[in-house]
Every structure is written in C-alpha cells, then in structure tokens.
Nanobody, 126 residues
Framework: QVQLMESGGDSVQPGGSLRLSCRASGYTYNRKCMAWFRQAPGKGREGVAAIVRGGSTTYADSAKGRFTISRDNAEDNMYLEMHALKPEDTGVYYC????????????????????WGQGTQVTVSS
C-alpha cells in the first residue's frame, strides 16, 4: 500500500507562484512513477506532470515552461513548483503513484494510477 498526502495549496493572484508537496509512505516499489493531476470545477481530472524513478519527467502542454516536478532521493516527497500561475490553473491538485509505468502521455492519464491523495486546492484569482 501507498499513502499520499498533498499540501501547499493556496489562493494566489495571477502571475504568482506556489509549491505543492506530496508526502508518500508505504512500499517504494509501488511509487515507481508519480504524477500531479488537477481537477477544475465541473471538469474531469487532467494530468499536469509526471516523474519516473530515475528522473524522467513528462509535462502537459499547459504546464511546460511554468511548472517543475521533482522528487527527493528517498522518494518520500514529490513537489510541483508552479510559476506564472493563471486563472485556468485553478483546481484541486492530486498526487498519484503507481508501480507500473509507461512513458510520455501514458503517464498523464489518470486511469493508469492506483494510489491517490486527497487533494489540495489551488485558486488563482485577482
């Protein structure tokens, strides 16, 4: 089993920055790949960024150049640095983990992840 807990969500103005954290516990084997997803009000969950053991990363087009995903060497913590935030970045951000990992866009599809956190709210508004 894997337990995930997100933190760092807040309300910020457009152009602002936030750093989300995801603390993980449980079998490291089940955390081979980890990802951030978000869900805006009235919309489905979308992949934002993913990272695979070894450091390979994948980003949604909306996140490229503004967001950076990382994880510590112990793989107990994953982060999402977000800059130049826009109102369309508003939503609940979830971290997810899985033991089996594909590549590219596969990593940004929520049906491929077994373990999920409870989410943290990010609101970008003036």
């Amino acid at each position: 089993q894997v337990q995930l807990m997100e933190s760092g969500g807040d309300s910020v103005q457009p152009g602002g920055s936030l750093r989300l954290s995801c603390r993980a516990s449980g079998y490291t084997y089940n955390r081979k790949c980890m990802a951030w997803f978000r869900q805006a009000p009235g919309k489905g969950r979308e992949g934002v960024a993913a990272i695979v053991r070894g450091g390979s990363t994948t980003y949604a087009d909306s996140a490229k150049g503004r967001f950076t995903i990382s994880r510590d060497n112990a793989e107990d913590n994953m982060y999402l640095e977000m800059h130049a935030l826009k109102p369309e970045d508003t939503g609940v951000y979830y971290c997810a983990a899985n033991s089996l990992c594909g590549s590219g866009s596969w990593l940004l599809q929520d049906e491929h992840y077994t373990y999920w956190g409870q989410g943290t709210q990010v609101t970008v508004s003036s």
